[in-house]
T-cell receptor
Framework: AQSVTQLDSHVSVSEGTPVLLRCNYS??????LFWYVQHPNKGLQLLLK??????LVKGINGFEAEFKKSETSFHLTKPSAHMSDAAEYFC?????????FGAGTRLFVKA | ETGVTQSPTHLIKTRGQQVTLRCSSQ?????VSWYQQALGQGPQFIFQ???????GRGNFPPRFSGLQFPNYSSELNVNALELDDSALYLC??????????????FGPGTRLLVL
């Protein structure tokens, strides 16, 4: 069985400072891993996807994530936060018939 | 290329009623999945359809049912609505073989409120 754990329910950063959103996964095989962003009253937008081609994955809007098998982690980072990054972020693991989502991390960006 | 669209955007129903939500897949996609997202939670997988057949199901009762049409549009039907069915319902489309885990593209969702 798969599971996804997002270690922080809320993260607050100042504009221009780095962002780190943490995600651990559990799976009996190597799943695809995803990060999605959800702005208020909107659907989910794909930020990036890991499929074993490279451990460091670059996504849209300056985000990237690093797959660490030994730590079963897939943390999302961005060097410099922008006000427009304020949203809910979901880590997800996919394999077979369904995608398992974490509970989400709400990112607050202070001016 | 059009994205995934869903209708209606909002819906209010009362307990015991039935509801149908609709989804139009992204052009060229043959697989559609439905998710329920309760307030403050991540999306929960309901079921997936591939080429008009149910391809996998999450932990949801049979009163949640679906259809996928030849043009790959889809419906989610919920019978005997309960208060806990209040949620954002998300549709996601993808292209791939049955059981594969290709990238999914999400629609904006339908927010259902059950009173």
């Amino acid at each position: 069985a798969q599971s996804v754990t997002q270690l922080d329910s809320h993260v607050s950063v100042s504009e221009g400072t780095p962002v780190l959103l943490r995600c651990n996964y559990s799976s009996s095989y190597s799943p695809s891993l995803f990060w999605y962003v959800q702005h208020p009253n909107k659907g989910l937008q794909l930020l990036l996807k890991y499929t074993s081609a490279a451990t460091l994955v670059k996504g849209i809007n300056g985000f990237e994530a690093e797959f660490k098998k030994s730590e079963t982690s897939f943390h999302l980072t961005k060097p410099s936060a922008h006000m427009s990054d304020a949203a809910e972020y979901f880590c997800a693991a996919g394999g077979g018939f369904k995608t398992i989502f974490g509970a989400g991390t709400r990112l607050f960006v202070k001016a | 290329e059009t994205g995934v669209t869903q209708s209606p955007t909002h819906l209010i129903k009362t307990r015991g009623q039935q509801v149908t939500l609709r989804c139009s897949s992204q052009s060229g996609h043959n697989t559609v999945s439905w998710y329920q997202q309760a307030l403050g939670q991540g999306p929960q997988f309901i079921f997936q359809y591939y080429r008009e057949e149910e391809n996998g199901r999450g932990n949801f009762p049979p009163r949640f049912s679906g259809l996928q049409f030849p043009n790959y549009s889809s419906e989610l039907n919920v019978n005997a609505l309960e208060l806990d069915d209040s949620a954002l319902y998300l549709c996601a489309s993808s292209f791939g073989l049955a059981g594969s885990q290709e990238t999914q593209y999400f629609g904006p969702g339908t927010r259902l409120l059950v009173l």
